[in-house]
């Protein structure tokens, strides 16, 4: 099975900072690749697919870059609503496996 | 407006038996592959299973293969979980989630999610 291992697992960070979550892949997955923002009591948030695709709606502040096994979301300048878990998930094979989470604080 | 809604979460003991449902509106059904996700308290999202848009494909998280059951019902847009011989680590908020093929299959749309609770 694909292992997807997201760093940090935690970030403390201040509003208008510039931070970087990077996953990686234990095989080659291509730019299969996909991040999600989550916070407790909503439904995840789809933000990036296909590596670097920004999803309709998101704001531009919100970047994503890498292929093969390794992959970055950049999020250039903070706003208070940006605090939250984001994952990576790989689409690659039919076992969609999810990283484990970066929980983003103030 | 594109919706998704579980239902059917609970308190259930374990051994025991609990179907979730997932139903849709906003955009035709038949159309997705569909999928469930939990995510554990304190954990992180674990993918669970996912159904094709014609429910003539079915893939399962090793951790529930033989135990759950996706289904769904085109007529009803509404998507299931039959989750048999329930153990205390199946207790997690479960989410239904469309896939969408044209995204290199990210899951776009999402659910709120639905409480289960394996205690005795």
């Known amino acids: 099975d694909i292992q997807m291992t997201q760093s940090p697992s935690s970030l403390s960070a201040s509003v208008g900072d510039r931070v970087t979550i990077t996953c990686r892949a234990s095989q080659s997955i291509g730019n299969y690749l996909n991040w999600y923002q989550h916070t407790p009591g909503k439904a995840p948030r789809l933000l990036i697919y296909?590596?670097?695709i920004l999803h309709s709606g998101v704001p531009s502040r919100f970047s994503g870059s890498g292929s093969g096994t390794d992959f970055t979301l950049t999020i250039s300048s903070l706003l208070p609503e940006d605090f939250a878990t984001y994952f990576c998930q790989q689409t690659y094979d039919n076992t969609y496996t999810f990283g484990q989470g970066t929980k983003l604080e103030i | 407006q594109v919706q998704l809604v579980e239902s059917g979460g609970g308190v259930v003991q374990p051994g025991r038996s609990l179907r979730l449902s997932c139903a849709v509106s906003?955009?035709?059904?038949?159309?997705?592959?569909m999928h469930w996700v939990r995510q554990a308290p304190g954990k992180g999202l674990e993918w669970v299973a996912a159904?094709?848009?014609?429910?003539?494909?079915?893939y399962y998280a090793d951790s529930v293969k033989g135990r759950f059951t996706i289904s769904r019902d085109n007529s009803k847009n509404t998507l299931y979980l039959q989750m048999n011989s329930l153990r205390a680590e199946d207790t997690a908020v479960y989410y239904c989630?469309?896939?969408?093929?044209?995204?290199?299959?990210?899951?776009?749309?999402w659910g709120q999610g639905t409480m289960v609770t394996v205690s005795s």
């Open positions: 296909a590596a670097s």
């Open positions: 159904i094709s848009y014609d429910g003539s494909n079915k």
């Open positions: 906003g955009f035709t059904f038949t159309y997705y592959t």
């Open positions: 989630a469309r896939e969408e093929s044209g995204y290199d299959f990210a899951f776009d749309i």
